[in-house]
């Protein structure tokens, strides 16, 4: 017959079996799990603190005089560039301010995905005059092309907003 004793321990038992399992210990004993898991656990908090931190350096914040917040990210791929844009609110119009930016640039887009719902979120791959061999150069023009296509936005936005008040 099993005991009230050895029932209570076999949960107790799976769950360290799968804290081990999880954590990569190679421990047996309890507290060398917990141990194990604890350090596991302090390694995982400071890669997601890394990643956030090469996240903010990868992405510039662009604020205009209502501070709207904007993450924007333009990097030279195998493709040609790739820009990522994205905001919390929803930001009626911008696209065609975006897709002005591209007509300028003579950025001719191969793949997009766009998202205008409850926020704003921008996915593409293009490139400038079909020169798929982007330099560091090209992406800063790039870059400051959409920051200023969001700026022009924003004015915009702010002039409809007063005449309607």
Known sequence: MVSKVQMKRAPVSKKLLTL???SKSHAHSK???ILDASKYIQNLKRKVEEMNQQMI???E???SQNSFPVQLKVEAGERGFQIKMFTEKRCSGLLVFILEAFGE?????HQARVSCSNNFLLEAVGTIN???SADQKDVDVVKEAMLQAIQN???VTQQQEQCKD
Do not use: K, Q
């Open 20 to 22: 081990r399992s999880i």
């Open 31 to 33: 507290t060398s799990i």
């Open 57 to 59: 350096a990868s992405t």
């Open 61 to 63: 914040t662009s604020t």
């Open 105 to 109: 640039l003579g950025l001719d887009v």
């Open 130 to 132: 079909d020169n798929p």
């Open 153 to 155: 936005w924003s004015e």
